[in-house]
């Protein structure tokens, strides 16, 4: 099999709520998402989806992820994407850096690879570990009782896990967590996202002041340093996230006991080969993880599925459906939430169709 070409698509996925805040003020509204199509000589197709959260989150952009496609696609021509460790290698060497430019690339080759052989990817990726995987709520930052409100919301429509965005001023994110805790079961997890929006001393007053409480700190300074820093002056549960971006700070960190979960989002680290490995690394360690992605939509949430599902229970802490969060659909065949909970699909790759119609014509083609 050869790659023939890539039609690239841009769509915009405006949200439900009307908006997605997070930490110093950062929101959007609608995400401009990208949608890559592999044709390959023997008719199949692979697909995936990449969609950075602005461009203020990561670094990344929406605009990146199509210009790093421009410099790469002219390389992949005529190579055979079932050999994805040599795709890889041809990215990397095309272009030095820009994981979430190359992976819809080892994505899309995931997906033929699963459709070639006649498998879905959660049984390429490790095989079924789980029926369906549990999924937690993001709640967009807004004045402590709003937030509250809307996760009691979302708790009515199955949900048990909840991400409260936080990192904006000290003495408002300490009512938000306590408003929110207060509003949820004993049972229910709530963790307390500050998106890298504390500074240090920031943190450390807030994991002060919420000492007593069920919660788990995510990523809460900008910096590898500065968090553990934090995570060494509390006793409650730790996370990090946007720091976790290589294999390499993966090993470190897990070495210095640095957290108790990893985030893992597929893009963020250069599609799913790479998250594969840091996966398979972390259940060698015992440090469960969320499975995830910067955002997207129906492609986005099927990739998450597929990898949440060949994980063991126990090590997938949370997962996300992004596509309950937007406003339109883009592919058939995509998860859906059922109480809380949502699966992959048995069919071969990503199980999916893409709905043209609503991607419209390619903004690029490389062939």
Not at 83 to 108: E, Q
Not at 119 to 135: E, K, M, R, S, W
Not at 330 to 338: C, F, H, L, M, Y
């Amino acid at each position: 099999m050869k790659i023939t070409g890539l039609n690239v698509y841009q769509v915009d996925l405006p949200l439900r709520e009307g908006r997605y805040s997070w930490s110093n003020g950062n929101f959007v509204e609608v995400f401009d998402s990208t949608v890559l199509e592999i044709t390959t000589d023997e008719g199949l197709c692979g697909y995936a989806e990449c969609c950075p959260l602005g461009s203020a989150y990561l670094p990344s952009f929406a605009l990146g992820v199509r210009a790093g496609l421009a410099e790469i696609a002219p390389h992949l021509i005529g190579q055979d994407p079932l050999n994805i460790g040599s795709i890889n290698r041809t990215m990397d060497a095309a272009l030095r850096g820009h994981p979430y430019a190359k992976a819809p690339v080892d994505i899309a080759c995931w997906d033929l690879l699963g459709k070639a052989t006649g498998q879905p990817l959660y049984t390429l990726l490790g095989g079924a570990a789980q029926d369906d995987v549990v999924l937690y709520r993001a709640i967009s930052q807004e004045a402590p009782e709003v937030m509250a409100k809307k996760i009691e919301g979302y708790a009515a429509e199955g949900y048990t896990k909840f991400q409260l965005k936080v990192g904006g001023q000290v003495e408002d994110d300490i009512a938000r967590i306590h408003a929110t805790r207060a509003a949820l079961k004993d049972s229910d997890l709530l963790v307390a996202d500050a998106n890298t929006g504390w500074t240090q001393h920031e943190a450390a007053r807030v994991v002060k002041a919420i000492a007593d409480l069920d919660v788990y700190v995510e990523q809460p300074c900008m910096t590898y340093e500065e968090s553990v820093s934090i995570r060494r002056r509390t006793a409650l549960p730790f996370v990090l996230d946007e720091v976790i971006d290589t294999i390499n700070a993966l090993v470190r960190a897990i070495a210095e006991d640095a957290m108790d979960v990893i985030n893992l989002k597929i893009s963020k680290v250069g599609g799913l080969t790479r998250a594969r490995q840091m996966r398979d690394l972390c259940v060698a360690h015992g440090i469960p993880m969320t499975i995830e992605d910067t955002w997207g939509g129906d492609i986005t949430t099927a990739t998450i599925a597929h990898l949440a599902r060949s994980t063991p229970a126990e090590f997938v802490f949370s997962a996300t459906d992004f596509n309950s969060y937007g406003t339109v659909d883009i592919a058939e065949g995509a998860p859906r939430r059922v109480n809380g909970r949502m699966t992959a699909a048995d069919r071969p790759g990503l199980g999916i169709s893409p709905i043209f119609d609503a991607l419209g014509d390619p903004v690029a083609q490389y062939r």
